[in-house]
């Protein structure tokens, strides 16, 4: 095929994909009070899955302070038309995440003619590996690294005389990017995986740069971290370096 049928492909690739993102959009879009009444503002109320979880626990180890305290939230509005926009924005970054296998099928499509015979088995398992690792880092995000922020950055105060009352922009915004930027960090085994049986990185290589990994993670999620602060930070973190960790463990060796 010459570029220009590539690029013809390519241009499909995207059509259809954008497609299956529409699709999505018009299930969620009609549905506003569910998608944020029960999915978006679900980390606001002390009934949120991840505060029982911590409260049971609380109670099988005898340990009181594990037990959430109770919390409120005033999300605040104060911008015309930021209430539909937003429900606009909202809808299309779930019809994403929705469509992301449908997406990462489409490139798999795109990519298999160019592949010989043994890498078309490996790069077809490194994509289906992907799309479970995208939404197992979405749930990570919604589950526990968007709700102890929210926790700790939603009740901090440098004074009982400044009350907060969080915008409805900046929930959201925190809420998109979380979700969205653990959806594709969580990408890297995946990728590890790849280059691994590309023979460009090995187990024993990723083993040897363990410490350099360690600030280079470090120093990404310093980048990723919309509110900067140290907490954010170390919950960001933490599931990068992990990742590492099992990227060295489905990683293979030279032979």
């Known amino acids: 095929m010459t570029f220009w049928d590539h690029l013809d492909e390519l241009r499909g690739v995207l059509f259809r994909s954008a497609i299956s993102v529409f699709v999505f959009l018009i299930i969620i879009f009609p549905n506003k009070n569910f998608v944020f009444d029960k999915i978006i503002f679900a980390p606001i109320d002390n009934n949120f899955i991840l505060y ?4 049971s626990l609380s109670g099988l180890l005898g340990i009181s302070a594990m037990k959430p305290a109770e919390f409120s ?9 930021a209430q539909f926009f937003t429900h606009v924005s909202v809808s ?24 010989y015979d043994n890498e078309k088995k490996s790069v077809k398992k490194a994509f289906g590996f992907a799309s479970i690792l995208f939404f197992a880092g979405v749930l990570v995000g919604y589950v526990f690294v968007f709700p102890l922020t929210l926790r700790f950055l939603g009740t901090y105060q440098v004074s009982e005389w400044v009350a907060n009352q969080i915008s409805l922009h900046s929930y959201i915004s925190m809420f998109t990017w979380l979700i969205l930027i653990m959806g594709v960090v969580f990408e890297m085994p995946a990728l590890a995986a790849i280059l691994s ?19 280079i993670l470090i120093f990404v999620a310093a980048i990723i971290t919309p509110s900067g602060d140290a907490f954010t930070l170390f919950i960001v973190g933490t599931p990068l370096y992990l990742l ?7 990683c293979r060796d030279f032979d």
């Open 92 to 115: 299309l970054t779930l019809a994403f995440i929705l469509s992301t296998p449908f997406i990462l099928y489409q490139f798999w499509n795109f990519l298999k003619p160019g592949l």
């Open 52 to 55: 029982k979880w911590f409260a």
């Open 73 to 81: 939230i005033d999300l605040i509005n104060i911008e015309l038309s």
């Open 197 to 215: 049986r590309m023979g460009i990185i090995s187990k024993s290589m990723l083993k040897k740069y363990r410490k350099h990994a360690f600030a």
């Open 244 to 250: 590492y960790e099992f990227s060295i463990m489905i």
